[in-house]
């Protein structure tokens, strides 16, 4: 029988109480040893735009990363104070990136609209997210534009504009906003002049604290078409149910591009066959008998109904007006997304541009969704990992299997457009949130050459948060944003080299729309989590070299991965010899090591594990936790730095949380202080003689606090020093 590790065995064996020790950092923006601000090139934006060349953001001539964290609704708008103290803050630990999502979602605590419009400002909240813009451009951070949740939430005011307006639902006296279903923007011209008016409103305002439009301003580095919005998912029908209008003129614009392919109704039974209609009452759509003469024959699918087993199966009578469908939906997406660009060049924005970030399904849908985002700009996605239905425990960590969950995203980036995530994070009450800047900064922001990250957030004091679980999403929890120091160290120094060998799925997009891809595709999808999979290329492959999606002129078969010559000593070697991952025997277990000249790691469960790293040696004699050894400075390494950081990070908790780890729940949140699980390792440096070794606090400050060395060999152990924060300095 094989030996598994008992997952339960993992979480009730945790440190006693009286080891976990109180996080105690003051959100104070003094440096100490653990500070970046000064690695920001501020103001942003002061050497122009950041533009797209190739796979690859540009800056001053040079490829850029943008590690980040977003601002949503009203926190985008903040008292000043706190847009100073964000500022700061944000910079200490390394963020260059603030996306500004929902911004304009709703007035009030919603955003910066007007009472009476979606495309009008309210002036003293346009003011204070002026006054947050200039701050963060002053302190060398870039900002991406996301306006609203993805479904526009129109105002009175705004009825002359989109007429069919009330046909989505009625004015409530609480908010006075009816908002658009889902995917309904791609339907209606009406709703995307609405949305354009929004951006461009924005675009050409005049910023007085920078004295630049936002259209002119290059620290406004991407802007993005639309949130979460996909024609391909499975909402898209949902508009034509709610709207009389959207139905008569879709059917309509439907009707005449099936004219134009088939010609007359006769030649449409043709091709389609008669049982392809008047098939989609099950789907609440019964308005009569269709025929291409009456203009009333709908283009309706989603997902499922485009899988291909589906259509060589259950859908095989309608196959080919469900392939119609998918191509005549794509256009639409496409001619939205090509109608925001235009206006928003006319309005003189030269930035980067994103259409969407929202997953359409797998294989035909998935990709015809990816093609028409790739036209747009760099492709953007969104994916979050455990915890969001409440149970702390079902996920387990990402660490279990190379390649799962959050990394998997990876296996949509292209391979001649940049890649971000703008949104990702462990939600609450997932234990292992360390994990997740951990896996994304080496594997995503290295290996893989990702260009953007944004963790999600709604926002925050401009402070580590007093209490974790106030929120499902939370960057500035301690057990995350305490990982900073090393992680977005070694992101902005490309410590982890971009891996040379890329594995190809070659995708041509007219074949899509005769139901042919070329290789196998999967993808589970929970709510806003989802993990992506294929045979022929494995999400494990993300752990060995980079994965890219080639869209081509014409069909070109796509070779399988190959693993075996990745694989060394139970581990998942990266092409560049830099990353090992080690994958786990149960749900909570596996970790990775980076070796690379800047920055040593070990993250996860790796327990008893001497791990060499070329100079350094770590052993933890911890269950789990985050290691660094990293230089201090920018344009050192470990071998030349005269001063490194060591940053050594586990879970964390309130005091008074309470975990039924039989039942998997969560039975009380707890209070503040946050608790930090302490972490013991023994690490070794190579020609050390001589270091010292001081215990940082919680800002980075040094302490009266010094470690014993012995021949460059000393142990960290958080129950003894109280702080995830150390200083070695050579003699």
């Known amino acids: 029988m094989v030996a598994t590790l008992s997952f339960l065995a993992w979480i009730s064996a945790a440190p006693s109480p009286a080891d976990w020790y109180p996080f105690t950092a003051t959100?104070?923006?003094?440096?100490?040893?653990?500070?970046?601000?000064?690695?920001?090139?501020?103001?942003?934006?002061?050497?122009?735009?950041?533009?797209?060349?190739?796979?690859?953001?540009?800056?001053?001539?040079?490829?850029?990363?943008?590690?980040?964290?977003?601002?949503?609704?009203?926190?985008?708008?903040?008292?000043?104070?706190?847009?100073?103290?964000?500022?700061?803050?944000?910079?200490?630990?390394?963020?260059?990136?603030?996306?500004?999502?929902?911004?304009?979602?709703?007035?009030?605590?919603?955003?910066?609209?007007?009472?009476?419009?979606?495309?009008?400002?309210?002036?003293?909240?346009?003011?204070?997210?002026?006054?947050?813009?200039?701050?963060?451009?002053?302190?060398?951070?870039?900002?991406?534009?996301?306006?609203?949740?993805?479904?526009?939430?129109?105002?009175?005011?705004?009825?002359?504009?989109?007429?069919?307006?009330?046909?989505?639902?009625?004015?409530?006296?609480?908010?006075?906003?009816?908002?658009?279903?889902?995917?309904?923007?791609?339907?209606?011209?009406?709703?995307?002049?609405l949305h354009i008016r929004q951006t461009v409103?924005?675009?050409?305002?005049?910023?007085?604290?920078?004295?630049?439009?936002?259209?002119?301003?290059?620290?406004?580095?991407?802007?993005?078409?639309?949130?979460?919005?996909?024609?391909?998912?499975?909402?898209?029908m949902a508009p034509?149910?709610?709207?009389?209008?959207?139905?008569?003129?879709?059917?309509?614009?439907?009707?005449?591009?099936?004219?134009?392919?088939?010609?007359?109704?006769?030649?449409?039974?043709?091709?389609?066959?008669?049982?392809?209609?008047?098939?989609?009452?099950?789907?609440?759509?019964?308005?009569?008998?269709?025929?291409?003469?009456?203009?009333?024959?709908?283009?309706?699918?989603?997902?499922?109904?485009?899988?291909?087993?589906?259509?060589?199966?259950?859908?095989?009578?309608?196959?080919?007006?469900?392939?119609?469908?998918?191509?005549?939906?794509?256009?639409?997406?496409?001619?939205?997304?090509?109608?925001?660009?235009?206006?928003?060049?006319?309005?003189?924005?030269?930035?980067?541009?994103?259409?969407?970030?929202?997953?359409?399904?797998?294989?035909?849908?998935?990709?015809?969704?990816?093609?028409?985002?790739?036209?747009?700009?760099?492709?953007?996605?969104?994916?979050?990992?455990?915890?969001?239905?409440?149970?702390?425990?079902?996920?387990?960590?990402m660490l279990a299997r190379a390649g799962s969950g959050l990394l998997s995203s990876g296996l949509q980036q292209a391979l001649d457009r940049p890649f971000m995530l703008s949104e990702w994070i462990h939600c609450f009450p997932n234990e292992w949130g360390v994990e997740g800047p951990a896996i994304i900064g080496a594997y995503g922001m290295g290996l893989q050459g990702w260009d953007v990250s944004y963790m999600f957030q709604n926002g925050d004091s401009g402070a580590f948060s007093a209490a974790i679980g106030r929120e499902t999403w939370d960057v500035t929890a301690p057990q995350v944003l305490g990982v900073f120091p090393a992680v977005a160290r070694h992101v902005l120094r490309g410590d982890v080299a971009e891996s040379k060998d890329v594995s190809v799925r070659s995708v041509h997009a007219p074949s899509l729309f005769e139901g042919k891809l070329g290789f196998d595709d999967r993808v589970r999808q929970g709510y806003d989590d989802k993990e992506l999979d294929s045979a022929t290329v494995p999400a494990r492959a993300l752990a060995a070299l980079r994965c890219a999606v080639a869209f081509t002129e014409a069909p070109e078969e796509t070779s399988a991965v190959d693993l075996r010559r990745h694989e060394k000593d139970g581990a998942i070697v990266s092409s560049t010899g830099q990353l090992r991952w080690h994958e786990g025997r149960g749900p909570c277990d596996g970790f990775f090591t980076m070796d690379t000249p800047g920055t040593k790691a070990v993250v996860g469960f790796a327990e008893g594990r001497r791990c060499e790293l070329a100079e350094v040696a770590i052993t933890p004699q911890c269950r789990f936790g985050a290691l660094y050894v990293t230089a201090q400075g920018r344009r050192e390494t470990v071998a030349s730095a005269k001063k490194l950081l060591v940053v050594a990070m586990a879970r964390a908790r309130n005091t008074g949380m309470q975990l039924d780890e039989k039942e998997d729940t969560l039975l009380a949140k707890g209070t503040a202080p946050v608790l930090l699980e302490p972490v013991r390792a023994t690490i070794e440096l190579r020609n050390a003689t001589g270091a010292k070794v001081t215990a940082l606090d919680h800002d980075g400050r040094a302490t009266d606090r010094v470690v014993p060395v012995a021949n460059g060999v000393f142990t960290i152990d958080g129950a003894r020093d109280r702080t995830p924060y150390y200083l070695v300095e050579r003699r």
Not at 116 to 129: G, K, Q, V, Y
Not at 297 to 321: C, D, K, T, V
Not at 368 to 389: C, K, P
């Open 27 to 193: 959100g104070a923006p003094a440096a100490g040893e653990i500070g970046l601000a000064d690695w920001l090139d501020a103001p942003a934006g002061k050497h122009g735009r950041i533009a797209r060349e190739g796979d690859k953001l540009v800056y001053h001539g040079a490829p850029i990363k943008l590690w980040g964290l977003n601002l949503c609704y009203g926190n985008c708008a903040p008292p000043k104070e706190l847009a100073e103290k964000r500022a700061a803050f944000y910079a200490k630990y390394g963020i260059n990136s603030v996306r500004l999502h929902k911004y304009a979602d709703g007035p009030g605590w919603a955003g910066i609209q007007s009472k009476e419009s979606c495309a009008e400002f309210e002036p003293a909240a346009l003011d204070r997210m002026d006054y947050q813009v200039a701050k963060l451009k002053e302190a060398g951070v870039f900002v991406k534009l996301s306006a609203h949740f993805g479904t526009i939430r129109a105002g009175r005011a705004d009825v002359k504009d989109v007429p069919y307006l009330e046909e989505f639902g009625r004015f409530d006296g609480r908010t006075n906003r009816i908002a658009a279903p889902h995917s309904a923007l791609f339907y209606s011209p009406e709703l995307q002049a």
């Open 201 to 236: 409103n924005l675009l050409r305002h005049k910023n007085p604290y920078t004295g630049l439009t936002y259209a002119a301003d290059p620290a406004v580095c991407v802007l993005e078409i639309v949130n979460e919005q996909s024609i391909l998912f499975y909402t898209s």
């Open 240 to 397: 034509l149910k709610a709207s009389t209008t959207l139905r008569r003129d879709v059917g309509k614009r439907f009707g005449d591009w099936l004219a134009q392919k088939y010609g007359d109704h006769a030649g449409l039974v043709a091709a389609w066959g008669e049982k392809a209609f008047d098939g989609f009452k099950n789907e609440g759509f019964d308005f009569g008998a269709e025929s291409l003469d009456a203009r009333n024959i709908l283009p309706l699918g989603n997902p499922w109904f485009w899988e291909p087993e589906q259509l060589q199966g259950s859908q095989s009578f309608r196959r080919r007006r469900l392939l119609d469908s998918l191509r005549f939906l794509y256009e639409l997406q496409c001619e939205c997304y090509d109608r925001f660009v235009a206006a928003v060049r006319a309005a003189g924005y030269e930035g980067e541009i994103i259409g969407s970030n929202w997953q359409a399904g797998r294989a035909l849908s998935h990709f015809a969704n990816l093609h028409s985002d790739w036209r747009a700009g760099t492709i953007d996605r969104h994916n979050y990992f455990g915890g969001g239905d409440r149970k702390p425990f079902a996920a387990g960590s």
